[in-house]
């Protein structure tokens, strides 16, 4: 069974500190993942995807990811949040064999200034 | 390359009345997929189409349906509609690549359909 938990339904930081918005998942296949940002009223935008490649992925507006097999984690990282950051970020499993995309329950990101 | 692109984006209607919304994925794109998303209920998968073929639904009633044409747009048909129809509905579009296939999902920006 596949599935997505996002350990945080709110993160709160300030401007300028760490932003640490965390992601685990169950796969009984190789996954991808991703993480998209969705922004009020708008459409999902992607981040950042992971495709097995490397397991330190970089994605846009300074954000990364890492994956982590052993603990099934793809926490989304950013080293210093802006007042832009404010949005809602949802991580993402696909299964690799398949076209099924499984969503996790979101984290809203405020930054504080 | 054009993103995904749905209309209308926004739709009034009043109960008992019937909603369809459209969506254009982007150009290459086979699969379709449809959400709602509710306030306070997060982001709730729909339907998912697949070279003109339902391939999977969500946990929603009958009265939810679409179709996705040969040129692989797809329209979203909501009837009876009911207060708790009020949701942003988003359209997102993926390619079908290889298999295994690491392609993401493109989302639109989506169809506000308030229900008076």
């Known amino acids: 069974a596949q599935s997505v938990t996002q350990l945080d339904s709110h993160v709160s930081v300030s401007e300028g500190t760490p932003v640490l918005l965390r992601c685990n998942y169950s796969?009984?296949?190789?996954?991808?993942l991703f993480w998209y940002v969705q922004h009020p009223n708008k459409g999902l935008q992607l981040l950042l995807k992971?495709?097995?490649?490397?397991?330190l992925v970089k994605g846009i507006n300074g954000f990364e990811a890492e994956f982590k097999k052993s603990e099934t984690s793809f926490h989304l990282t950013k080293p210093s949040a802006h007042m832009s950051d404010a949005a809602e970020y949802f991580c993402?499993?696909?299964?690799?064999?398949?076209?099924?995309?499984?969503f996790g329950t979101g984290t809203s990101l405020t930054v504080i200034p | 390359e054009a993103g995904v692109t749905q209309s209308p984006t926004h739709l009034i209607k009043t109960r008992g009345q019937q909603a369809t919304l459209r969506c254009s994925p982007i150009?290459?794109?086979?699969?379709v997929y449809w959400y709602q998303q509710a306030l306070g209920l997060g982001l709730q998968f729909l339907l998912w189409?697949?070279?003109?073929?339902?391939?999977n639904r969500g946990n929603f009633p009958p009265r939810f349906s679409g179709r996705q044409f040969p040129n692989y747009s797809s329209e979203l048909n909501v009837n009876a509609l009911e207060l708790e129809d009020s949701a942003l509905y988003l359209c997102?579009?993926?390619?079908?690549?290889?298999?295994?296939?690491?392609?993401?999902?493109?989302f639109g920006d989506g169809t506000r359909l308030s229900i008076l």
């Open positions: 992971y495709t097995s490649a490397a397991t």
């Open positions: 189409y697949d070279e003109g073929e339902e391939r």
């Open positions: 796969s009984s296949y190789s996954p991808s």
């Open positions: 150009s290459g794109h086979t699969s």
């Open positions: 997102a579009s993926s390619s079908p690549g290889q298999i295994p296939s690491n392609q993401p999902q493109h």
């Open positions: 993402v499993v696909r299964i690799v064999n398949g076209n099924q995309f499984y």
